[in-house]
């Protein structure tokens, strides 16, 4: 499974190790809870949190669908689900089933158009029928894009489709058969209970004796995403090993099926006496298969669980490891196999060593330009090389880097780097070194630890730069010859010489010795005359040295009190720029109370402003109260004057009893008529 996640995250080992566990769950078909991995999340900022959970929803529901869709085609189940409303056993999840689990997106209307044209193309990938109008009445907030965006998106997949299936995959089937299967979309884009799992079909080959061509005879190892059977040939009633994909990774990824594939690709053309042989692969009623020699025997990582091997015996398995896989690097198209560990190292009853599992090798392969494509980051970290957890500049150099690890592992009996946790592990192989083997296990010779640390150099330039030269030194070391990991004096390539040549060693050893005594016993007199005169020169040197001594004492004493001075200098203005700065500081501080003093009085006058204001505008509701009341009080005396006036009038109206004529408004008499 490559790996989906943006360095953006790295940083934190928080969010790297959640998306790890996510990872490492689906590669053994053990899907983690996501309302765990979010609890764990929950100290992180939002803006991440809202974005890794988005992340995991999108890569667990894109492996879902793949698993439905492996599932449909292994049970040869046709019908779809298209709208919407069947149960999670019926089809795998929609947008709709992770929202109780996001803590950011909570509502359908929340979502963005392109998370939802994205689950509309992965259900058409996985050969599900989804409809447009479908997904404008779930969405109906994003109407205006997805009736845009979704037409398109099915008419590229439509186009996709025609295309492939104009063709045919071929796989080799059992007996060396080619077999034909229909080509598989690998679209996958885009967030379902933990619990979640397709409804798996019937085992139609694995639970029964007969596996094809196969006879079952029992089970030899399992893994986490392979279980390895002894098995016999029906045919030809050969006795071979078959690997199978266990029974969750009937629904593993696209990925981890050609990962699985890919060992019988890659270990198929190397035929060599230790590398274990490829005979057979393929899938029958969907279950994928290899089928290998059989070793009967043991792996290295059982020999060494016990105790380390001694010297001789791991120099003599990693130097037939070491040839093997020069082997595969000097291909035409070279093979590196990338997890070398004592785990994959079998040995027969006769100690012979067997390379085995080449699931995660690499094919070297370069595109236009020349240069190697980026790989992706595969291994096991205790025995990777730097430059394989980073997934570039991988090559043979690689190769030697693990075998060096595994060299180290049965020394010792441990890996050179192996830590609590997996970032932990990683970070060692990048940032330290390993501890010399010789620490561990005090036996280890001296020579066979410099092979092993020159594996082990993070600089792959300063590596053996190819297995053969790996496995020529540490032939040079078990012949007992100097090693160029560890070059030696004269003296100690005479005395390897000796071990290899005894018998001639002997004898020279006596000539030399006769001769010696001779020429020994000439000198005795003269070498302790000239000792007696070495002593007095060394006498007078000694002097000499201790009246240069006493000179560069006193040089280094000047020297001190001028240093003492120069440092009592700066010490005096430093002190004087200490105390300016606390005068400045101490100003500081009592304009800032003045103004604080100036800033409350300031506050004081508009506080008084204040009361003064609101006293004004009471004074002058209370003059306008007066004014409106002095108004009423003359609109009355004006209407009682009015009335008084009127009065008057109506009375000077009314003539006199008898009298003739009537009076104006003034009182005067008018005449009659």
Same mark, same amino acid.
């Given at each position: 499974?490559?790996?989906?996640?943006?360095?953006?995250?790295?940083?934190?080992?928080?969010?790297?190790?959640?998306?790890?566990?996510?990872?490492?769950?689906?590669?053994?078909?053990?899907?983690?809870? !996501?309302?765990?991995?979010?609890?764990?999340?929950?100290?992180?900022?939002?803006?991440?949190?809202?974005?890794?959970?988005?992340?995991?929803?999108?890569?667990?529901?894109?492996?879902?669908?793949?698993?439905?869709?492996?599932?449909?085609?292994?049970?040869?189940?046709?019908?779809?689900?298209?709208?919407?409303?069947?149960?999670?056993?019926?089809?795998?999840?929609?947008?709709?089933?992770?929202?109780?689990?996001?803590?950011?997106?909570?509502?359908?209307?929340?979502?963005?158009?392109?998370?939802?044209?994205?689950?509309?193309?992965?259900?058409? +990938?996985?050969?599900?029928?989804?409809?447009?109008?479908?997904?404008?009445?779930?969405?109906?907030?994003?109407?205006?894009?997805?009736?845009?965006?979704?037409? $398109?998106?099915?008419?590229?997949?439509?186009?996709?489709?025609?295309?492939?299936?104009?063709?045919?995959?071929?796989?080799?089937?059992?007996? +060396?058969?080619?077999?034909?299967?229909?080509?598989?979309?690998?679209?996958?884009?885009?967030?379902?209970?933990?619990?979640?799992?397709?409804?798996?079909?019937?085992?139609?080959? $694995?639970?029964?004796?007969?596996?094809?061509?196969?006879?079952? !005879?029992?089970?030899?190892?399992?893994? $986490?995403?392979?279980?390895?059977?002894? $098995?016999?040939?029906?045919?030809?009633?050969?006795?071979?090993?078959?690997?199978?994909?266990?029974?969750?990774?009937?629904?593993?990824?696209?990925?981890?099926?050609?990962?699985?594939?890919?060992?019988?690709?890659?270990?198929?053309?190397?035929?060599?006496?230790?590398?274990?042989?490829?005979?057979?692969?393929?899938?029958?009623?969907?279950?994928?298969?290899?089928?290998?020699?059989f070793i009967e025997g043991q792996s290295l990582s059982d020999l060494v669980r016990d105790k380390p091997l001694s010297a001789q015996r791991a120099a003599e398995a990693v130097e037939t490891v070491a040839r093997a896989l020069h082997f595969g690097h000097t291909q035409p198209q070279p093979v590196i196999h990338r997890d070398i560990k004592p785990a994959n190292i079998l040995l027969d009853k006769s100690g012979r060593c067997y390379v085995t599992d080449f699931g995660i090798a690499k094919r070297v392969e370069r595109d236009a330009s020349g240069n190697e494509a980026k790989d992706d980051v595969a291994g096991t970290p205790s025995y990777m090389p730097p430059e394989q957890t980073f997934g570039r500049d991988i090559g043979p150099w690689s190769d030697v880097y693990s075998t060096g690890a595994m060299l180290y592992h049965l020394l010792t009996g441990k890996p050179p780097f192996l830590a609590d946790s997996l970032m932990e592990t990683i970070r060692q192989v990048r940032d330290s070194e390993p501890l010399p083997p010789s620490e561990l296990n005090p036996k280890v010779d001296p020579d066979l630890e410099a092979v092993c640390l020159k594996c082990l150099e993070k600089d792959r330039t300063k590596r053996y730069q190819s297995a053969a030269e790996l496995a020529d030194d540490l032939r040079r070391f078990l012949n007992h010859e100097p090693t160029y990991a560890r070059p030696i004096s004269p003296f100690g390539q005479f005395a390897k010489w000796c071990y290899r040549k005894p018998v001639i060693a002997a004898m020279t050893l006596v000539i030399v010795v006769l001769l010696g005594w001779v020429a020994v016993s000439a000198k005795i007199e003269s070498n302790e005359q000239a000792r007696l005169r070495t002593i007095a020169e060394d006498n007078a040197q000694k002097a000499e040295d201790q009246r240069k001594k006493a000179e560069a004492n006193e040089k280094l004493a000047n020297e001190n009190e001028k240093l003492a001075s120069d440092n009592a200098k700066k010490e005096a203005i430093q002190r004087k720029k200490a105390e300016e700065n606390e005068k400045r500081a101490s100003d500081n501080e009592k304009l800032a109370l003045d103004n604080a003093k100036k800033e409350e009085i300031q506050r004081k006058k508009a506080e008084e402003n204040a009361i003064l204001a609101k006293k004004n505008e009471g004074l002058a509701k209370a003059s306008e109260a007066n004014a409106i009341e002095q108004r009423a009080l003359a609109e009355s005396n004006l209407q009682r004057a009015i009335q008084t006036v009127n009065v008057i009038l109506t009375r000077s109206a009314d003539p006199l009893p008898g009298r003739q004529g009537s009076q104006d408004a003034l009182g005067r008499r008018r005449p009659p008529g």
């Open positions: 499974m490559s790996d989906p996640y943006p360095t953006l995250f790295a940083s934190d080992d928080v969010v790297e190790q959640v998306l790890n566990d996510f990872q490492s769950a689906w590669k053994r078909g053990e899907p983690a809870s !996501l309302a765990t991995l979010f609890v764990r999340l929950q100290g992180e900022p939002e803006s991440v949190r809202e974005s890794i959970e988005l992340l995991l929803l999108l890569q667990d529901q894109t492996f879902r669908w793949q698993m439905w869709k492996r599932q449909r085609i292994a049970t040869q189940d046709t019908a779809v689900v298209s709208d919407g409303t069947a149960s999670m056993s019926q089809r795998a999840p929609l947008l709709e089933d992770y929202l109780q689990h996001c803590s950011g997106v909570t509502k359908l209307e929340t979502l963005p158009s392109e998370m939802i044209a994205h689950e509309f193309r992965l259900r058409l +990938g996985c050969g599900d029928s989804p409809t447009v109008n479908e997904y404008l009445e779930r969405f109906p907030h994003q109407q205006s894009q997805l009736a845009v965006i979704l037409p $398109a998106a099915m008419t590229a997949i439509d186009s996709f489709r025609t295309a492939t299936n104009r063709g045919t995959q071929t796989a080799i089937g059992p007996g +060396g058969q080619p077999k034909t299967q229909p080509s598989e979309s690998t679209e996958s884009t885009l967030p379902v209970p933990a619990d979640y799992r397709p409804q798996p079909r019937k085992d139609h080959g $694995a639970s029964s004796a007969n596996f094809g061509q196969y006879e079952i !005879l029992g089970e030899i190892a399992r893994g $986490a995403m392979g279980i390895v059977y002894r $098995a016999r040939h029906v045919t030809i009633e050969k006795i071979v090993a078959l690997k199978m994909i266990k029974k969750e990774g009937q629904f593993a990824s696209d990925h981890q099926i050609e990962q699985f594939l890919s060992e019988a690709k890659n270990a198929g053309r190397l035929e060599h006496d230790n590398i274990v042989r490829i005979y057979d692969a393929g899938q029958v009623n969907g279950q994928y298969f290899i089928a290998m020699a």
